[in-house]
């Protein structure tokens, strides 16, 4: 049953700020920024960063997917960081198996679905971490 009262949401905005904040490293040329673009074929200068929208709908995305982690752990009982580091692996090795789909069929290179499939893994296991710690 889903109980919306259960989830923590200070845990679920927390998440959400951690996955975008592990996005901005990530990218950034700090991690995997020049390797990113490199895969891209591009330059980092070449890359813009889009618009303000963009950064709008990246926060909802990362919104999205910390609401649905919180409330599959709810839903398993009382959130800890033990259930929060397995769900949030599973629920990022699961992203990462559906994204590799369309790098096939897309042809696109290895190092550029590495580099993306890590961020999703390492950010849904730090949501599931924050979650499970505070919630």
């Known amino acids: 049953m ?28 700090v991690l995997f920024g020049h390797a990113w673009a ?7 200068e070449e890359i813009s960063g889009g618009g303000p929208m963009t950064y709008v709908l ?5 919104l999205v997917g910390a609401f649905v982690l919180a409330l599959l752990l709810t839903m398993g009982g ?5 259930s929060g580091l397995t769900v949030g692996l599973l ?25 993306t499939i890590g961020y999703h893994l390492v950010s849904y296991l730090v949501m599931g971490l924050i ?3 505070i919630g």
């Not at 905005?13 to 990218?27: N, P």
């Not at 990246?58 to 990362?62: D, G, L, P, Q, R």
């Not at 009382?78 to 033990?82: D, E, G, S």
């Open 2 to 29: 889903i109980d919306f009262a259960q989830i923590n949401y200070l845990a679920v905005l927390a998440s959400t700020v951690a996955a975008m904040f592990i996005g901005f490293l990530w990218y950034s040329p």
């Open 38 to 44: 490199k895969q891209r074929g591009m330059k980092m």
């Open 58 to 62: 990246t926060a909802v995305t990362a």
């Open 78 to 82: 009382r959130a800890t960081v033990a």
């Open 91 to 115: 629920i990022g090795i699961s992203i990462s198996v559906k994204i590799g789909m369309n790098y096939l069929f897309e042809n696109k290179p290895l190092g550029l679905y590495l580099i």
């Open 131 to 133: 979650i499970g710690a």
